[in-house]
């Protein structure tokens, strides 16, 4: 039966200057147990207590919302006087030391909550909560505090959590993380160690007939690094028609996005204000009224999520996401009683009169929640390449300028003044980036006012009802290094519904480039594989670091011992140039077999994204030195990756064996067995019209199809054209 040992500390005083992130590490709770324990003496029960402990996985924890406070300078005597020669007569030549101390302020009635779940003997954990009792700090050593251990079940924990007034850390693993340090197997070594150092710092050695003084600092303790992740509570209400039968949806207007979280919220902070008796604590959180930038961590975000994630589906608002951070000072379920059952008036197009009519809509929580995934808001759903839906907001230096009709004849826009006007773009969407709290390499942005949806709207149509000039307003596609999960806003209208991203799924293991200009008219597709496969192994390599970490045989195709790599499958990436569409394409094994990739396939992933983030250039030689672009890949409508029933070679095939006498039969045999090592469905046919080379499939197959020999350099590439699908 699984048990919980609970730990509360409470600090004397309503500040913390420990450094590091909040809240206190369990790692700062573990060495303050120790040096309880320590008080008295520390005999063996305590000891196999303590290593009992630090074997237990990470604890959850709670902690109340926190700020920083004012910097306090601290000057402390400098203990450099050797650099003095000793003479206590210069002491005044030397600098005084200042230490610089910012505490975190919180609110000291509110308890910490350190929670480890175990299972078996509970003796250890009563040891544990005995040493608790003896706490006396946490932090500096100003720091006053206590605590008290505990024995519980999980059900009592829940209803401590679920009433808990500040933010719930749980281990997770990674994403957009808090990572705080937690004890370890040999923690509690590491410190004695440690703390028997410190007593022998200084020794004397002799040097002829002069004594010198050495100091060595003491080895670091042991810790582990464990990711916490404290989500915002999403609440997802649907906007329904309550008055007509079944309640259908009532679309909300794309470019009206902005009003509909000002009535929203105009409404919730009425009602919420009701409830906290006119707290300004509503209108922090709802409007943020006189915000710093500290503020906006405890902001309820509202935004609008527009229909999306089918070709045919209308951009119309019909659900609306709620988001109550952690830190957040009005409890979630306050917060969706808010929200839940709000009415508005929507506007709705006459279709036979043309006129404008009011239709009275209500805010109801939603059943299903399977939009959110189209905006990337699930773990396991993360993309590197997003584009926005409603434009987002960027400051007047990222403006445009718009020539007016009158003046288009006399004053025209020319290409170096728009270049510059989408530089500072860009330059203002890293801005955003930063301010939203992502740290992820970001590969290419392009911005432009068109949207990227065929039923989207133009950024200028979102200004009106706004305080934000439509010149501010720009349609933002971002591709990042690594995958990023949602919901991802951005921009100074992130908290008016403005700057709203989608992701783009892309094929896994597959990276394209554009080739812009710099291609010689008689380029040798294999000698300009060649190039790309030496330019990203030295990318990975750079990547990498030193030449001690050796490139696997995921990027070179070779061994450890330089031969040539036969595993009986494909363990290595393929270059290929797809010179028909003027691209360089580099595919990972588990795309050509048609499989999912490996734990360590994906760690080469991750550092082949990473090394191939800046490639903006390839030197290949006599095919030309080739500028390039990242582009992404359409899956619906690239040649090579779209599903179809025939395809056709576009570059040789090369048999994987010699021919036999038999000939033709021997080809067919050979592509059948390269198809069966793909895991793609036996196919109809396999044909040979002259040089060109057929397979046809009862059903239709996504690619892409790379068969042959010389798969990893471009050979044997097929490609499905709509024409072979009309003719199916």
Not at 315 to 338: F, H, N, Q, T, Y
Not at 347 to 361: A, F, H, K, W, Y
Not at 560 to 585: C, E, I, K, N
Request: charge should be positive; glycine fraction near 8%; aromatic fraction near 6%.
């Amino acid at each position: 039966m699984t048990r919980i040992l609970l730990i509360s500390v409470r600090f004397h005083d309503d500040r913390y200057h420990g450094t590091g992130d909040w809240p206190p590490s369990p790692a700062r709770l573990f060495q303050a147990l120790v040096a309880a324990a320590a008080l008295p003496g520390l005999d063996a029960p305590k000891c196999d207590a303590l290593r009992w402990l630090e074997k237990l996985s990470a604890p959850t924890i709670a902690a109340p919302a926190a700020h920083s406070g004012q910097n306090v300078n601290l000057y402390v005597p400098n203990n450099d006087l050797d650099a003095k020669g000793g003479d206590i007569r210069r002491v005044a030549e030397i600098r005084s030391a200042t230490k610089r101390i910012r505490p975190r302020l919180f609110d000291a009635a509110v308890p910490l909550l350190y929670i480890w779940r175990f299972d078996g003997n509970e003796s250890q954990a009563k040891c544990i909560c005995d040493i608790a009792s003896g706490l006396y700090q946490l932090g500096r050593g100003v720091d006053m505090a206590w605590a008290v251990g505990e024995l519980v079940n999980e059900a009592k924990v829940e209803e401590q959590l679920n009433d808990y007034p500040g933010a719930i850390y749980r281990p997770s693993q990674g994403g957009k993380s808090l990572r705080l340090d937690c004890p370890a197997t040999g923690s509690l070594d590491s410190l004695e160690t440690r703390h028997k150092a410190n007593a022998t710092r200084f020794h004397h050695v002799k040097d002829g007939r002069k004594v010198r003084t050495e100091f060595a600092n003491a080895p670091k303790p042991h810790f582990r690094a464990v990711a916490y992740n404290s989500p915002a509570t999403c609440l997802l209400f649907e906007l329904r028609r309550t008055t007509a039968p079944g309640a259908p949806f009532m679309p909300w207007p794309l470019k009206s996005a902005a009003a509909l979280v000002q009535r929203l919220r105009d409404g919730a902070q009425e009602r919420l204000k009701t409830h906290f008796n006119g707290n300004d604590v509503v209108d922090n959180v709802l409007i943020g009224r006189n915000a710093t930038e500290a503020d906006k961590a405890l902001r309820i975000r509202i935004t609008p999520l527009p229909s999306i994630g089918h070709v045919h589906a209308d951009r119309g608002i019909r659900r609306v996401l709620v988001e109550v951070p952690p830190d957040c000072p009005i409890r979630a379920d306050d917060v969706a009683w808010g929200f839940s059952g709000l009415e508005i008036t929507a506007p709705i197009l006459d279709v036979e009169t043309g006129e404008i009519l009011s239709s009275p809509v209500e805010l109801v929580p939603a059943d299903d929640n399977s939009m959110l995934a189209h905006y990337g808001v699930a773990e396991e759903r993360p993309a590197h390449l997003w584009r926005s839906v409603t434009p987002q907001a960027l400051p007047e230096n990222a403006k445009w300028r718009r020539i007016e009709p009158a003046n288009r004849r006399g004053e025209a826009k020319g290409g170096q003044e728009r270049a510059d006007e989408q530089q500072h773009a860009c330059h203002a969407v890293m801005q955003a980036l930063r301010h939203a709290g992502l740290r992820e390499k970001v590969v290419s942005i392009r911005v432009q006012r068109e949207p990227f949806d065929a039923k989207g709207e133009r950024a200028e149509t979102f200004a009106t009802a706004t305080r934000f000039s439509k010149h501010h307003l720009w349609h933002v596609e971002i591709q990042f290094a690594e995958a990023v999960s949602g919901p991802l806003l951005l921009g100074n209208g992130r908290y008016c519904g403005l700057g709203l991203m989608a992701p783009v799924q892309q094929v896994e293991g597959v990276l394209a480039f554009s080739i812009l200009d710099g291609l010689t008219s008689d380029v040798e597709p294999l000698q300009l594989a060649r190039a790309l496969r030496r330019a990203v192994m030295s990318r990975v390599q750079n990547e990498l670091g030193t030449r001690e970490n050796e490139l696997s045989v995921f990027f070179t195709g070779h061994e450890a011992d330089g031969s040539t790599a036969r595993r009986g499958g494909h363990a290595h990436l393929a270059f290929v140039p797809d010179l028909a569409r003027q691209r360089l394409l580099v595919i990972a094994p588990h795309v050509i077999e048609h499989r999912e990739p490996f734990k360590g396939e994906r760690d080469h992933l991750k550092t082949l994204a990473l090394a191939l983030a800046g490639l903006r250039e390839l030197r290949a030689g006599r095919a030309g030195r080739l500028r390039l672009v990242r582009v992404e890949i359409n899956l619906g409508a690239d040649p090579l990756f779209a599903a179809s029933e025939v395809w056709t070679a576009t570059t040789p095939y090369t048999p994987t064996r010699h021919a036999k006498r038999n000939g033709r039969d021997s080809l067919y045999q050979d592509v059948l067995r390269e198809v069966q090592r793909r895991q793609l469905p036996v196919p109809l046919a396999i044909e040979k019209k002259g040089a060109d080379l057929f397979l046809r499939f009862m059903v239709a197959v996504p690619g892409p199809v790379l068969l042959g020999k010389t798969v990893h350099f471009g050979g044997g590439l097929f490609t499905c054209s709509m024409e072979d699908r009309e003719h199916v």
